[in-house]
């Protein structure tokens, strides 16, 4: 094989994207190292500015910048924008850690530290490294991937336990009911592994099991 053929093969290729990966470990390392005190926020792109989730979402993310938290979220809209929005709003560091995808995610503009991710499984890294919590509202099929990522990697101890609360318990009491008629009633998930989840529908509430995990 001629020397030119094997590098247009080597750059085509597979071992390429190595490179790409690396990279964005790399940025997402160099950009966060220096953020100590941060709380990831999930939740619905698809929620409207009037709607509760959202506006409970900015109040919290308000609140939890206040006590001194860094707010972090996906930098999308939604629930993202109301949480970048409560912590921009409080004077307080707001994080988006943007995905580009075919379908284009905009930054949401509350965002004041933006990094972008090609690959989801490199952001999700760094949303677990860097959070101290997770306040996970409503949301789809996204929001549900990253729970229960973050739900696997405490039950394995792959990580130190940390807060992941579910905010509004009206909308999350169905899927943990269920858990608990199906998944634990059979022995696929323990019972005690549901602690791992804690439920909340305030702000202050919020707020008081995050600080009082952190004493913990």
């Given at each position: 094989m001629k020397n030119k053929d094997f590098i247009d093969d080597f750059t085509q290729g597979e071992?390429?994207?190595?490179?790409?990966?690396m990279g964005e470990?790399?940025?997402g390392f160099e950009e966060l190292s220096k953020v100590k005190n941060a709380v990831t926020f999930?939740?619905?792109?698809?929620?409207?500015?009037?709607?509760?989730?959202?506006?409970?979402?900015?109040?919290?993310?308000?609140?939890?910048?206040?006590?001194?938290?860094?707010?972090?979220?996906?930098?999308?809209?939604?629930?993202?924008?109301?949480?970048?929005?409560?912590?921009?709003?409080a004077g307080g560091l707001s994080i988006g850690l943007n995905i580009l995808m075919p379908c284009k995610q905009i930054p949401n503009p509350h965002v004041n530290r933006l990094i972008d991710f090609k690959y989801f499984f490199c952001r999700k890294v760094m949303f677990v490294k860097y959070s101290k919590a997770f306040v996970v509202l409503p949301g789809g099929f996204g929001t549900l991937d990253?729970?229960?990522?973050?739900?696997?990697?405490?039950?394995?101890?792959?990580?130190?336990?940390?807060?992941?609360?579910?905010?509004?318990?009206?909308?999350?009491?169905?899927?943990?009911?269920?858990?608990?008629?199906?998944?634990?009633?059979?022995?696929?998930?323990?019972?005690?592994?549901l602690n791992i989840l804690q439920m909340a529908d305030t702000p202050d509430e919020i707020y008081r099991i995050i600080k009082n995990f952190k004493k913990k």
């Amino acid at each position: 094989m001629k020397n030119k053929d094997f590098i247009d093969d080597f750059t085509q290729g597979e071992p390429w994207r190595v490179f790409r990966i690396m990279g964005e470990f790399v940025d997402g390392f160099e950009e966060l190292s220096k953020v100590k005190n941060a709380v990831t926020f999930f939740g619905s792109a698809r929620a409207k500015e009037n709607s509760a989730h959202y506006k409970l979402a900015e109040k919290t993310a308000y609140l939890l910048s206040k006590k001194g938290y860094s707010i972090i979220t996906g930098a999308g809209p939604g629930v993202m924008k109301a949480a970048n929005k409560g912590a921009n709003e409080a004077g307080g560091l707001s994080i988006g850690l943007n995905i580009l995808m075919p379908c284009k995610q905009i930054p949401n503009p509350h965002v004041n530290r933006l990094i972008d991710f090609k690959y989801f499984f490199c952001r999700k890294v760094m949303f677990v490294k860097y959070s101290k919590a997770f306040v996970v509202l409503p949301g789809g099929f996204g929001t549900l991937d990253e729970l229960f990522e973050a739900v696997t990697l405490v039950q394995t101890e792959r990580i130190a336990p940390f807060p992941i609360v579910l905010v509004c318990r009206q909308y999350w009491k169905g899927m943990l009911d269920w858990i608990q008629k199906v998944p634990c009633k059979v022995g696929s998930i323990y019972t005690k592994e549901l602690n791992i989840l804690q439920m909340a529908d305030t702000p202050d509430e919020i707020y008081r099991i995050i600080k009082n995990f952190k004493k913990k």
